[in-house]
């Protein structure tokens, strides 16, 4: 397997850590598997349209997630299908054909009084509402609001990353450690983009996700709306 696939648009995250993480999703959907030995370091490389050293950074990152080992001499080989570490371990939407690297872009951020159809969490009646565009690869895949509790802090749009949870941790001291989904359908709301692929009322796949920090109560509440003619939700048991 090599990344003739790879094809995104702008991101956040370096060029290393793109790739190591499209690679542990394909992992993780099992078009790689244990004991798959990756195509040469200069190859692949050349695939990802990347220099050598960047893609050995990628490699390394595997490595320390423990998804490759590296024998020398031989080749890099998928070690197991266990994805943790991964800075999009808890995204559980991939393409219909598996796998598909993550990316957002952000239609707007506002603090708001929370609307009373919001699931309860935090203890603020204040939150910070992020809406997103959802892409996997280059594909738009889904429409994302989430809400943030206010008394977590406040959340900046210039320091905004491609990973939220990422984002939680590195500025607001917020470690994410648990989410509960409950997966349905839905009609596609009224502040959808036209960038998105299904139009305003039209049912599609939904998500409802609560996570919680370090702390009792749940502190963040989103709903996604996704096509399920490009995606598929997935949850793997370990």
Excluded: C
């Excluded at 542990?24 to 030995?37: D, H, P, Q």
């Excluded at 054909?97 to 707007?108: H, K, M, T, W, Y």
């Excluded at 939680?168 to 997966?183: F, Q």
């Amino acid at each position: 397997m090599t990344g003739r696939n790879f094809n995104i648009g702008p991101s956040s995250l370096p060029k290393y850590i793109q790739i190591s993480e499209f690679l542990a999703r394909e992992i993780a959907a099992g078009r790689l598997i244990s004991g798959t030995r990756l195509a040469p370091e200069r190859q692949m490389a050349k695939d990802f349209k990347t220099s050598v050293i960047t893609l050995r950074k990628a490699l390394k990152r595997l490595d320390d997630l423990g998804l490759l080992r590296r024998i020398h001499g031989s080749g890099n080989y998928v070690k197991q299908n266990n994805v943790t570490g991964s800075v999009y371990a808890m995204f559980r939407l991939e393409l219909i054909e598996g796998g598909g690297l993550p990316r957002a872009s952000i239609l707007d951020v506002k603090v708001k009084e929370k609307p009373k159809d919001l699931i309860p969490f935090g203890q603020s009646n204040q939150a910070t509402r992020i809406r997103r565009l959802r892409y996997l690869n280059d594909l738009v895949i889904a429409l994302e609001e989430i809400w943030i509790d206010k008394s977590v802090g406040d959340v900046r749009l210039k320091n905004i990353s491609e990973s939220l949870y990422k984002y939680y941790a590195e500025h607001l001291g917020l470690w994410i450690s648990k989410a509960e989904d409950s997966v349905s359908i839905e009609k596609v709301p009224k502040w959808a983009p036209e960038a998105f692929s299904l139009d305003e009322g039209t049912l599609t796949g939904f998500i409802e996700r609560l996570s919680w920090g370090q702390f009792k109560y749940p502190v963040e509440y989103s709903r996604t709306w996704f096509d399920t003619s490009r995606s598929r939700y997935v949850q793997r048991l370990q």
